[in-house]
Every structure is written in structure tokens, then in C-alpha cells.
């Protein structure tokens, strides 16, 4: 056990981290997260971010991050809790289960080549492609039942997905071996499976992409989309897999996954160094700008001109591509019939004319984009397909 661990109760690194909440500044002077956690009943949030860098003073926090991630993610929990106790008790009642921490900017970041045995039970961020969804599903944290002489039998609360039937009534004088699950009495959570692939500025020559499987539980689900580029951060854990002519729960070979405590959307395209974290968010200032450029006479032709300036020429069929980026509405004609707003683009030329290189400026730019071949697509094609996991779970899958 290390140094830090011995050092504090669970009692007392939850005074610790509770202390760093309530006192820490940030330049601008202000209580950052005393004011998060007084946003939280007004949005009816359940967790708050905490960003890494903050905790850099604070050693004692900071080191339980990569020593034992679970603990201390717990203890601000607790802490979270007992800040709002204070401050809205009937709310903090209400959530006490389900109020958790999220951390933004954590600095070890690895990729999926590196995630294996020695990060088992580690916090870590990838980055990565969502290449699969599945539907979100509700997952029993704790779940009642009840006999046929209508004694409450038993909450089990539940780690994992494996679920635990009573055999025997709580009540001594009861000798019911039937049960009911009340699902009305139980607790449950939003639950989704996602599939990471590596990024393809990331991808080896030669090398097949590598890809891991991500839980994510309650608002952070329906977040992430095929297609979305992410920073995930979260704790890697393992499962039993499966093996033909082994009787179930008695393999020893087990497969990775990550339990996810955090996205970020990627934005930038291309290498690593044009990655940013991506911002939904306009500042007036970019707002006025943008004003000011489309009240401009030459707008127009300014975007033709802005797609691709690398290659000279070709205005009409950078025009054509830049219109399929942008798109439009949907046209609905007097005879009831209807004309989409999308297009598509069938690009037709000799060699060496830079129809690739347009197409790679086109995907670098557009949101999801992804630049592929006939030889690369999948068998499913270059849209979505719907597959099943191994767990039998329904998964959407981009093409």
C-alpha cells in the first residue's frame, strides 16, 4: 500500500478533496467549483468537471489518480455529496447514488496500441474514432423482490452486469422459493457499449486499425456517434470471454475494456498537432465576423477560393464539392413531391488532376468526414449497418 493510501482514512480523503473543492480559486479569483456544485440543482445535473491541472498543488489528490483511481473518484463523490448537502439537501437526497465527478485534461494520455494487461485497473485517456453504438439500455443498480406472500425479498445492488436471484425469502418464517422482480421498486441507469477504433492519422502503414469496447452509464450515454472523433478518459477494466468447450465463469482468458468517465469531442483533421478540443460555442466576436463575411459582395466566391487553396484552378469543381459540404433544406414542390438537400458529387477526370487530393481537403473539413476507396469499404458499404455484439446487444455501426 502506498504512502498516500495509509495516510488517509476514507473519511478523512473525502474532508481532504472536500477542502479542495470549497477553497480552490482559479485566476480570475473565483470558487470554480463551489460555484459548479451550486449549478447543479438548476440543471438538474449530477456530476460536475473537475480539470487535472487544478490538482496539481494538491499531490496528496493528484497521486490517487494513477495509484487508485476508484477510491479517489469516490471520494469526490462523497465530497460532491456533503457540498450539497449544505446548500440543497432536498436535491442531494434525491441523487445521492447517482452524484459522481468527470475529469477533463488528464495528461496520460496512451494510444489503443497501448492499452493491455499492465493498464488494468489505471485511469488513462485515448483518443479514437466511435465506429459502433449500441441502443441505450437500462442497467439494474439495485432491483427488489418480492414472494408471493408479498415480503420484500431483497435488494441486491449490483456491480457488473451479472445479476444474483434470491434463493431464500428475507423473512425467517417465510418459505417462498418463487420470486418477482418489482421493477417499479428498483433502480435503474442509462447504459450504452461503444466501440473505439483507432484514429487513422494514428494507424502504423500497414497496420489493421485496433479497437476497444467502452460502457458508459447514465448522461453520458447518447453523447458520442458513429463517426465522432472523441478523447475518451476512463478506467480500463477486464471481462471473462467466452471459449468454445469451456463451461461458462470457468475461463481464464479475459478481454479489455474501458469503463468511461469522460468525452471530449476532437476537432481538427489530418495529424496529431491540428487536434483541439471542439468547442460548440461562438463567441460574439466570431459571431460578428461571420455576419460581417456574408454581408460581403464576394462571399461567394471567397469560399471557392478558401476550399483547397493548394490547387490552382478547378473553381467549378471546387464549387460543386463545397456545395455538398454545405448542403440545404429540403424543397417541397407543389405537387407534393419532394427534393432533398443533400447532393452527391461524382467526380470524373484523368490522373494527376488532384481529384484525391480535393476529396481529402473535403474530409479533412466536413464533420465526420472520412476519406476511403472502393477497396476500403466495408461489406456493409459506406453508410450505416446494424450488427450484433457478442453480449447479443443491437449496435449501430458506420460504414
Known amino acids: 500500500m502506498s504512502r498516500v493510501q495509509s495516510t488517509y482514512t476514507e473519511s478523512a480523503l473525502s474532508d481532504k478533496v472536500k477542502e479542495f473543492l470549497t477553497r480552490f480559486k482559479d485566476k480570475n479569483g473565483s470558487y470554480k467549483y463551489v460555484e459548479a456544485i451550486d449549478e447543479m440543482m438548476p440543471k438538474g445535473a449530477k456530476f460536475i468537471l473537475v480539470d487535472y491541472n487544478d490538482m496539481v498543488l494538491e499531490p496528496a489528490i493528484e497521486i490517487l489518480f494513477s495509484e487508485d483511481p476508484d477510491r479517489i473518484l469516490n471520494a469526490f463523490s462523497r465530497a460532491i455529496k456533503e457540498a450539497l448537502q449544505t446548500r440543497f439537501p432536498d436535491y442531494a437526497e434525491k441523487i445521492k447514488d447517482e452524484v459522481r465527478v468527470r475529469l477533463v485534461n488528464y495528461p496520460l494520455q496512451r494510444s489503443l496500441r497501448q492499452i493491455n494487461a499492465e493498464t488494468i485497473g489505471k485511469i488513462t485517456s485515448v483518443s479514437g474514432m466511435v465506429v459502433r453504438a449500441s441502443e441505450v439500455k437500462p442497467l439494474a443498480k439495485e432491483l427488489v423482490f418480492v414472494c408471493p406472500d408479498e415480503h420484500v425479498t431483497k435488494v441486491i445492488q449490483l456491480k457488473g452486469m451479472d445479476v444474483k436471484v434470491p434463493v431464500v425469502c428475507d423473512n425467517p418464517n417465510c418459505k417462498q422459493r418463487e420470486f418477482e422482480l418489482k421493477p417499479e421498486a428498483s433502480k435503474f441507469i442509462d447504459f450504452q457499449i461503444l466501440r473505439l477504433q483507432e484514429l487513422p492519422e494514428d494507424l502504423p502503414p500497414g497496420q489493421l486499425p485496433h479497437y476497444i469496447d467502452v460502457t458508459i452509464r447514465q448522461d453520458l450515454v447518447d453523447n458520442a456517434r458513429p463517426g465522432d472523433r472523441i478523447i475518451l478518459t476512463g478506467i480500463v477494466r477486464v471481462e471473462q470471454e467466452s471459449v468454445a468447450g469451456i463451461t461458462r465463469g470457468h475461463s481464464g482468458l479475459y478481454r479489455l475494456r474501458i469503463e468511461g468517465n469522460n468525452?471530449?469531442?476532437?476537432?481538427?483533421r489530418g495529424d496529431k498537432t491540428s487536434r483541439k478540443i471542439e468547442r460548440e460555442e461562438i463567441s460574439p466576436e466570431d459571431e460578428k465576423m461571420i455576419k460581417s463575411l456574408g454581408q460581403s459582395h464576394d462571399v461567394y466566391q471567397r469560399l471557392i477560393d478558401s476550399f483547397a487553396p493548394h490547387i490552382q484552378g478547378q473553381s467549378l469543381i471546387k464549387e460543386a464539392i463545397l456545395l455538398l459540404i454545405v448542403g440545404s433544406n429540403q424543397r417541397a414542390l407543389g405537387d407534393g413531391s419532394k427534393i432533398r438537400g443533400d447532393i452527391n458529387v461524382f467526380l470524373v477526370g484523368d490522373p494527376g488532376t488532384a481529384k484525391s487530393e480535393m476529396l481529402k481537403f473535403c474530409a479533412r473539413i466536413a464533420p465526420r468526414g472520412l476519406?476511403?476507396?472502393?477497396?476500403?469499404?466495408?461489406?456493409?458499404?459506406?453508410?450505416?449497418?446494424?450488427?450484433?455484439?457478442?453480449?447479443?446487444?443491437?449496435?449501430?455501426?458506420?460504414?
Open 263 to 268: 468525452i471530449e469531442f476532437l476537432g481538427g
Open 371 to 399: 476519406y476511403t476507396s472502393g477497396r476500403g469499404s466495408t461489406a456493409a458499404g459506406l453508410t450505416a449497418a446494424v450488427v450484433r455484439d457478442k453480449t447479443g446487444i443491437m449496435m449501430l455501426e458506420a460504414g
